[in-house]
Nanobody, 120 residues
Framework: QVQLVESGGGLVQAGGSLRLSCAASRSIFSNRAIGWYRQAPGKQRELVAIITNGGRTSYHDSVKGRLTISRDNAQNTVYLQMNSLKVEDTAVYYC??????????????WGQGTQVTVSS
């Protein structure tokens, strides 16, 4: 049973923009933080942005000022607006739902991922 579905990935030139979406089932979305992770080839998966159920956000230093996470609680959807994309942003992007607190995020549910490729 698929409970988190990402969309919006694709190929874009450096400096361009993409908006990723993460649609979740209501049972997962409610009362959970949602995070966006990415994994580039040969690298570990890293958390790039997170939004709590109350709307507080935090970002990895490498994406601050360029990526914006938001959530639409009525649509059970979280978005990741990606601007000024760089080649090094190329990765598979995953959304995850879980519990956040005390500076940590513990995901319990994962999506299947969506590929973002930034060309030079």
């Amino acid at each position: 049973q698929v409970q988190l579905v990402e969309s919006g990935g694709g190929l874009v030139q450096a400096g361009g923009s993409l908006r990723l979406s993460c649609a979740a089932s209501r049972s997962i979305f409610s009362n959970r933080a949602i995070g966006w992770y990415r994994q580039a080839p040969g690298k570990q998966r890293e958390l790039v942005a997170i939004i709590t159920n109350g709307g507080r956000t935090s970002y990895h230093d490498s994406v601050k000022g360029r990526l914006t996470i938001s959530r639409d609680n009525a649509q059970n959807t979280v978005y990741l607006q990606m601007n000024s994309l760089k080649v090094e942003d190329t990765a598979v992007y995953y959304c995850a739902a879980g519990v956040s607190g005390l500076g940590s995020f513990r995901p319990s549910y994962w999506g299947q991922g969506t590929q973002v490729t930034v060309s030079s």
